[in-house]
C-alpha cells in the first residue's frame, strides 16, 4: 500500500512504537527501584504501585502497537 492512507498508518505504527518503547523504559526503572528497595531492606509500597502502574502502561502501549501491526498486515489466511 502506498499514498497517504499508507503513510498515516506507518506514523501510527512509529508513534506506537515509541510508546511502547517508552513504557517499557519506564517499566525497567520502575522495577529497578521496587528492586533496589527490596535488596536495601527499604519499604517498598510505592515503588510496588508504580511497578503496578507502569506494567499496566507497557501492556496497554503494546496492545495498542499490536494492534496497529495486524491492521495493518493481515493474516491472508484469516
Known sequence: MTGPIASAQGDAQSQAFEKTAN??????AAYATWHACVINDQPVEDAADELGEAQWVYYLAYTDEMNL??????????
Open 23 to 28: 513504557a517499557l523504559a519506564r517499566l525497567s
Open 69 to 78: 501491526h495486524a491492521a495493518a498486515h493481515p493474516d491472508p489466511d484469516a
